[in-house]
């Protein structure tokens, strides 16, 4: 079930409605935890023994870590909770590419490793940080277990954040399962809103852009290099909108019921660095590295050498979180060594003086080159393409080829600027008031407007193979 | 009382948006103009307005007939009239008038020959050749062509005899008829009631919405059906490819077959399609090398545009123009001689 679907706005009003006639709030709480469950199975139903599964271990694992005081004996049961949950993580998402990647490296000899017929749960990657953040929290004393396997189930499955995030923090989510949960009008008018904007990124901008983008990415040696440079820029723009136009419905969903989920994008691409990049996009997967293994890593405590080399095995590990693929490695890496070049020029050559708006703008374009170079690694299926794509971009070995100006993303470009300079100018965007003749007004336009421009077609959400 | 006054503050919020993008859908290429029942011609565009193709940039009138262009005068003594009849290729309404390959044709033709050439469009969306079968009579009668072109593509077989369409071919016994099926809208037969807004089609907003609701529902249908669907049998279009040609050489003496082929190899439609060609004497302009020869040679394809997919989808300006010279070169060898 995708949140631009049918089924779902009437999945959604069934649970508000439940919500909103239940009393008593364990009940609420059973509800939405079924209904999380039957959102999950309606892909596939085999994998609630998995939710079942993480969810009690790490309840089980957690409440001893609280319950034991030897800090040996904490560390024990963490260790363990940890290597359980990436246990589940590596065989059901990285041992197919792990067997694989040997038998390449074992070309010559005759020995093959077996691969299995394996099926990559939806939204895998996401619940093991989030039960993983978890336990290592209860084990670090910033917050308590959970009240009952209930409240972990739920924050494991609750279905806005189950499959693409974002991210939820223990500390964050589980303190609002202990108050009452009531749907609140007022709620419902932003919680629509955000969902709404969500739904416009991802139905007119996103979708209308893969009519595009996914041609030229399948056959880049066709097209000119023109071409498969707006491709790119169309790409990154896609991914931007799709992910971000996600999360927007994700928060949008539990505003509605009376949850607030954290921001997960703060206009990424108005960064000056890949630094900043990294702190505006897909926050609550930075945020997590950030606390549960670059900051155990070391961070920055040891050394400016040390400090380097983890943002490198930070950035690695993050791209190989987003895919079972050796291309997903290679952007994480492209990554790392932008931070580690961003850090270096900071720390030793930035000149002070060096403040300028020509100075921002070539900064905002290096960066932008960048972020762009690295999705070509994202999004291609293989290194072959990625290398066909890098060899358009750069006029190695020649730029002919099918000349196309999407209109589609030359319509964007302006809309995504104009909106972005107004979102830096307001801060937080207006929301409208149902009750008013006005609020109603834009209510309809913007249904009416989805109806009328949404593609027949709809691409699958991007994050939902992660 | 008060809750109804609320509704209708609703009602009318809800009608005012729409308006407004009644008015941003009039004004955008998403512009619905839709159609009026013609006794003879079945379903047609409406007549006397300016269209916009979703396809391309191009803004073009629709004459009295429901064709693009102006409207179809008398023929003069000195004019040699030339007909051409097809689906949305000829029709081409991705491209501007001047751009045709029905107009650089007949610019060509005058050039070349000094004579007075008139080209007719009478391309038609959806149209195959139970269409130039059925309205023989009438193209005979309403425009008196000298010569009729009849552009065809690899999808022919199938449209032929699709019955959704307003002009199909059906077998009676063993004899193939046309048939014609003027239908109302999907969703009419679908839900009888919404007939009540039947006033409301000629705006955009509810032209789309009566177009996409049943896709929509479509698509929604096939999205759930699972994978394991029998396949349909393969037809044997040889039987109806020839009572095709047969027939349309026996209601347009005069007449040649523009092939517009896109893929890149041959199907085995059009091996019949040749040999029924050749059985009925018929010429057959088969457009695949100048189309494919332009796409290796320049490495632009010939159909698809910004707004679309290169490679896909009807011809483009370069596609007009290539083969507008294949009908020009045609013309001038076989048929001005």
């Known amino acids: ?466 | 009382m008060r809750i109804l006054k609320y509704i209708l503050r609703i009602v009318a919020v809800a009608a005012l948006a729409l308006l407004v993008w009644e008015v941003i859908l009039e004004n955008s290429v998403l512009r619905e103009p839709g159609g009026v029942n013609s006794p003879i011609l079945g379903r047609i565009m409406k007549p006397g307005i300016y269209l916009q193709g979703t396809e391309g940039y191009c803004k073009t009138w629709i004459n009295s007939l429901g064709m693009r262009g102006a409207e179809i005068l008398p023929k003069t003594a000195a004019e040699y009239r030339i007909l051409m009849l097809g689906d949305s290729h000829t029709e081409a309404l991705q491209v501007s008038d001047d751009k045709t390959f029905v107009h650089l044709l007949q610019t060509k033709l005058a050039q070349n020959t000094g004579r007075e050439i008139r080209t007719i469009n009478a391309g038609r969306n959806g149209a195959s050749p139970a269409y130039y079968i059925h309205l023989s009579n009438f193209y005979h009668s309403f425009m008196d062509p000298d010569y009729v072109m009849i552009e065809i593509n690899e999808d022919f077989t199938t449209h032929i005899l699709d019955e959704t369409r307003e002009f199909y071919v059906k077998k009676e016994g063993a004899e193939y008829v046309t048939v014609t099926n003027f239908r109302d809208y999907y969703i009419w037969q679908m839900f009888p009631p919404l007939k009540i807004i039947k006033p409301f089609v000629a705006f955009s907003t509810f032209k789309i919405a009566l177009d996409k609701i049943p896709m929509m529902l479509e698509q929604h249908r096939n999205h759930r059906a699972s994978a394991g669907q029998e396949c349909t049998p393969a037809v044997d279009y040889a039987d109806i490819i020839d009572w095709t040609l047969k027939t349309l050489k026996n209601d347009y003496p005069g007449m040649a077959i523009l092939y517009l082929a896109l893929n890149k190899s041959e199907s085995n439609v059009e091996a019949l399609l040749k040999s029924s060609a050749n059985k009925y004497g018929i010429d057959l302009l088969n457009m695949r090398d100048a189309l494919s020869y332009y796409y290796q040679s320049h490495c632009q394809p010939v159909d698809g545009f910004y707004n679309t997919m290169p490679g896909t989808g009807h011809i483009n300006e370069i596609g007009h123009t290539i083969v507008a010279d294949c009908l020009a070169d045609y013309f001038m060898r076989k048929v001005l001689r």
């Open chain 1, 1 to 466: 079930m995708i949140f631009c679907s049918f089924e779902y706005i009437i999945f959604f009003i069934v649970i508000m409605l439940l919500t909103i006639i239940i009393r008593q709030n364990k009940a609420k709480k059973f509800v939405l935890l079924a209904g999380s469950c039957y959102f999950y199975a309606y892909w596939d139903y085999r994998f609630l023994l998995l939710l079942a599964g993480l969810s009690i271990a790490n309840y089980y694992a957690g409440s001893k870590i609280a319950s034991t005081q030897a800090r040996a004996g904490k560390k024990r049961w963490l260790a363990a909770s940890i290597v359980f949950d990436l246990m589940v993580l590596g065989f059901f998402k990285y041992f197919n590419f792990f067997v694989g990647s040997i038998n390449s490296l074992m070309l010559s000899s005759k020995i093959r490793l077996p691969s299995m017929e394996i099926i990559l749960p939806i939204g895998i990657s996401f619940m093991t940080f989030e039960v993983i953040s978890y336990t290592i929290d209860i084990y670090r004393g910033k917050n308590k277990p959970a009240a009952n396997l209930l409240d972990l189930s739920l924050l494991v499955t609750f279905f806005p954040h189950l499959i693409s995030g974002p991210i939820l923090k223990p500390g964050h989510f589980l303190p609002q399962l202990d108050r009452e949960i009531t749907v609140r009008w007022k709620n419902v008018e932003k919680g629509t809103q955000i969902f709404l904007l969500g739904m416009v990124k991802k139905v007119l901008v996103a979708d209308r852009l893969a009519f595009f983008v996914d041609p030229v990415f399948k056959a880049p040696q066709d097209y000119s290099s023109g071409t498969v440079w707006l491709a790119v820029i169309a790409y990154a723009i896609q991914i931007y909108c799709d992910f971000s136009g996600y999360t927007d419905m994700a928060i949008g969903s539990a505003k509605c019921l009376g949850f607030e989920f954290p921001p997960n994008f703060n206009m990424p691409y108005i960064s000056k660095s890949i630094s900043e990049f990294w702190r505006r996009w897909h926050i609550s997967l930075s945020t997590w590295l950030k606390d549960y293994l670059y900051i155990p890593l070391g961070g920055n405590r040891k050394g400016k050498l040390r400090q380097y080399m983890n943002l490198m095995i930070v950035m690695l590990l993050g791209g190989l979180w987003h895919g079972a693929s050796w291309n997903f490695v290679i952007w994480g890496g492209l990554h790392g060594l932008g931070l580690m070049i961003h850090k270096l020029y900071s720390d030793y050559l930035r000149p002070r003086a060096f403040s300028s708006r020509p100075y921002a703008c070539v900064s905002w374009l290096l960066t932008m080159a960048f972020v762009c170079v690295a999705w070509v690694f994202f999004r291609s299926t293989d290194f072959a393409v990625s290398f066909i794509i890098i060899k358009k971009m750069f006029l190695i070995g020649g730029s002919k080829g099918i000349t196309w100006y999407a209109t589609s993303l030359f319509v964007i470009i302006p809309v995504l600027i104009i909106s972005h300079y107004f979102g830096l100018k307001l801060g937080d965007p207006p929301y409208v008031r149902y009750e008013n003749t006005w609020g109603c007004f834009v209510l309809f336009f913007v249904l009416f407007g989805l109806f009328y421009l949404a593609p027949l077609n709809s691409s699958p959400f991007i994050y939902f193979q992660f």
